[in-house]
């Protein structure tokens, strides 16, 4: 098992867990919360077949990676990101990021620059600042991450019970674009996470990213669902758009949260036609 080592915790290094397989074009792809990289299977088989080199990794703090007690945070997150970019001599790489993982690409080229970076891909993405603000009055209430957290600490399994169900919108879903079986290995996933992170997470998630996108000069595409119940679609990627000039936004009618599993389809072939067209001018 392959792993990149990132930072020391007491006597013990900080290890993330990646794969790495493929030739041609790297593709990172960064996994959502509460997961790992193995939610990227309906992703990566077809970029190999395609004939992409492809990169998945789990967060410090999920899968088979380290879970130390620190660190869950988008400065640490986009380090770490940094630290895989360069050990790989990743060049010409096309970041995909789903959910959570959007932050780290949005941080990551914000901090970091594109000199290793053709292009991104966001999925359901974070940016540009979840929480509500004075001067971000479209955001969403604090009390409801204070009441994530607190569900985490009272029963972390339930927790995931609830947020598998929103992740899919799993009521409407099961049986058509999720199975019962993909429902429980997600949840069963999640569970492998540390529960420390999965708690301190819920903080990152209100990262400003307003500052870094500014910074971003390389081709975006953002994909997201317009019935997304877990990162509201009017708060996330309808108004990120604009923010990004040049960027291009493709809504997924009726889809939900877990759209790299539910709408595989149309996301590969979003993805596709997005990094097999010409290269778009930098800003």
Not at 43 to 51: H, S
Not at 129 to 139: C, I, V, Y
Request: hydrophobic residues 40%.
């Amino acid at each position: 098992m392959p792993f990149i080592t990132v930072g020391t915790e007491n006597s013990a290094p900080i290890d993330l867990y990646y794969e790495d397989h493929g030739s041609g074009q790297p593709v990172v792809l960064i996994h959502g919360f509460p997961f790992n990289g193995a939610t990227w299977e309906k992703v990566t088989i077809p970029l190999l077949n395609a004939g992409y080199r492809t990169i998945t990794y789990d967060r410090r703090g999920f899968g088979s990676s380290a879970q130390p007690v620190a660190g869950y945070d988008y400065d640490t997150f986009a380090a770490d990101l940094d630290v895989l970019m360069t050990e790989l001599d990743l060049r010409n790489a096309i970041l995909v990021g789903h959910s959570m993982g959007t932050g780290e690409v949005t941080r990551y080229l914000g901090t970091y620059g594109s000199s290793r970076v053709d292009r991104a891909v966001l999925l359901a993405p974070l940016a540009p600042f979840l929480l509500k603000t004075p001067d971000n009055p479209e955001g969403v209430d604090k009390s409801l991450f204070d009441g994530f957290q607190q569900a985490i600490l009272n029963d972390r399994f339930a927790f995931l019970t609830q947020f598998c169900k929103n992740f899919f919108n799993y009521d409407e879903n099961k049986g058509k674009s999720v199975s019962e079986e993909a429902f429980r290995a997600h949840w069963e996933i999640g569970t492998r996470a540390s529960a420390k992170g999965t708690h301190d997470c819920v903080d990152a998630w209100l990262t400003d990213f307003r500052g870094d996108l500014g910074r971003i000069d390389v081709p975006v595409l953002i994909v997201q669902g317009d019935k997304d119940a877990v990162l509201p679609y009017p708060v996330t990627g309808q108004r990120l758009q604009p923010m990004l000039p040049g960027s291009q936004l493709i809504t997924l009618r009726g889809a939900p949260h877990g759209t790299p599993w539910t709408n595989a389809a149309e996301v590969n072939k979003a993805i596709m036609e997005f990094i097999g067209a010409p290269s778009m001018a930098r800003a």
